[in-house]
Nanobody
Framework: QAKLVESGGDLVQPGGSLRLSCAASGFTLDYYAIGWFRQAPGKEREFVAAIRQSAGSTFYADSVKGRFTISRDNAENTVYLQMNSLKPEDTAVYYC?????????????????WGQGTQVTVSS
């Protein structure tokens, strides 16, 4: 069956880096825009970054712009989120999600399929 699987979450010190992966199985990511969202304890799920299907246009939340980079490798059927200069406020469970639409990628309601999440903890 079709599913998304995130990996790469870990405990990292402030200022450190992590790369999250979102691997698809059972379907090809070529036709899907992919978004990353995160949810911290007691907070709403929030948009982090998204990448469109063709041409790979990217979008970022203001809070991560300049620190995070989303990319895709369609040959590997995987989308990545490179996170640099991590801050304690980046601590959250990170989810990837897939959608066939090309618009409103900052809204969680635009997405049809979600992964199970991976924990990122930024702490000294």
């Amino acid at each position: 069956q079709a599913k998304l699987v995130e990996s790469g979450g870990d405990l990292v010190q402030p200022g450190g880096s992590l790369r999250l992966s979102c691997a698809a199985s059972g379907f090809t990511l070529d036709y899907y825009a992919i978004g990353w969202f995160r949810q911290a304890p007691g907070k709403e799920r929030e948009f982090v970054a998204a990448i469109r299907q063709s041409a790979g246009s990217t979008f970022y939340a203001d809070s991560v712009k300049g620190r995070f980079t989303i990319s895709r490798d369609n040959a590997e059927n995987t989308v990545y989120l490179q996170m640099n200069s991590l801050k304690p406020e980046d601590t959250a469970v990170y989810y990837c999600a897939a959608t066939l639409t090309m618009y409103v990628l900052g809204s969680s309601t635009s997405y049809d399929a979600w992964g199970q999440g991976t924990q990122v903890t930024v702490s000294s």
